[in-house]
């Protein structure tokens, strides 16, 4: 069964810094491109970056562009996304995403809250 | 960027009505579609995949139809827990993902 736990989420001042992880199971992590979509309180759902297979031609949102960065580690299946300079607007749940077979799967999500 | 539009915002429907939600695209998805419901405090939860496949799990009230730009979920007969948002999201174009802004279905 395919897995994916996001960790890392919480509060953090304007300015700061945050990194999500994403630990991914079932199914064979490193064969798979990665993404992380976002959804900010009582909004719809916005797409932010993603990661193919080898970890190169990474994609941002022109939202986070210059300040977010997306990783991965395949011997540890493990998903990263690095964010620096943080904006109140960045405020929100962020899940990691993959399509195995043609079927999306999601996490269930990290909170991401940033506040003074 | 190709957009997805969803309509309408709203629909109000009473429990064992049938419901039609459309999502449009501003260009050929070429049938790479998914539909989620999602309830407050909840993740998305996936229903419909590649325009017309059930989830594993999903009731047959739900169904997906369409192709290219224009698609269609169809909830045969409301049952009250079918009262959520739903978003449809494309995933044609790699690596940008788009989502449809959301149709709520409420109760009337």
């Known amino acids: 069964e395919v897995q994916l736990v996001e960790s890392g989420g919480g509060l953090v001042q304007p300015g700061g810094s945050l990194r999500l992880s994403c630990s991914a199971s079932?199914?064979?992590?490193?064969?798979?491109?990665m993404h992380w979509v976002r959804q900010p309180p009582g909004k719809g759902l916005e797409y932010v970056s993603a990661?193919?297979?080898?970890?190169?031609?990474?994609y941002y949102a022109d939202s986070v562009k210059g300040r977010f960065i997306i990783s991965r580690d395949n011997s540890k299946n493990t998903l990263f996304l690095q964010m620096s300079s943080l904006r109140i607007e960045d405020t929100g749940v962020y899940y990691c995403?993959?399509?195995?077979?043609?079927?999306?799967?999601w996490g269930q999500g990290a909170l991401v809250t940033v506040s003074s | 960027e190709i957009v997805l539009t969803q309509s309408p915002a709203t629909l109000s429907l009473s429990p064992g009505e049938r419901a039609t939600l459309s999502c449009r695209a501003s260009?050929?998805?070429?049938?790479?579609l998914a539909w989620y419901q999602q309830k407050p405090g909840q993740a998305p939860r996936l229903l419909i995949y590649?325009?017309?496949n059930r989830a594993t799990g999903i009731p047959a009230r739900f169904s997906g139809s369409g192709s290219g730009t224009d698609f269609t979920l169809t909830i045969s007969s409301l049952e009250p827990e079918d009262f959520a948002v739903y978003y449809c999201?494309?995933?044609?174009?790699?690596?940008?993902?788009?989502f449809g802004q959301g149709t709520r279905v409420e109760i009337k």
């Open positions: 995403v993959t399509v195995v077979a043609a079927v999306p799967y």
């Open positions: 079932g199914f064979s992590f490193s064969g798979y491109p």
């Open positions: 990661i193919p297979t080898n970890g190169r031609t990474t």
């Open positions: 260009q050929s998805v070429n049938n790479y």
């Open positions: 590649d325009a017309s």
């Open positions: 999201q494309q995933r044609s174009s790699w690596p940008s993902w788009t």
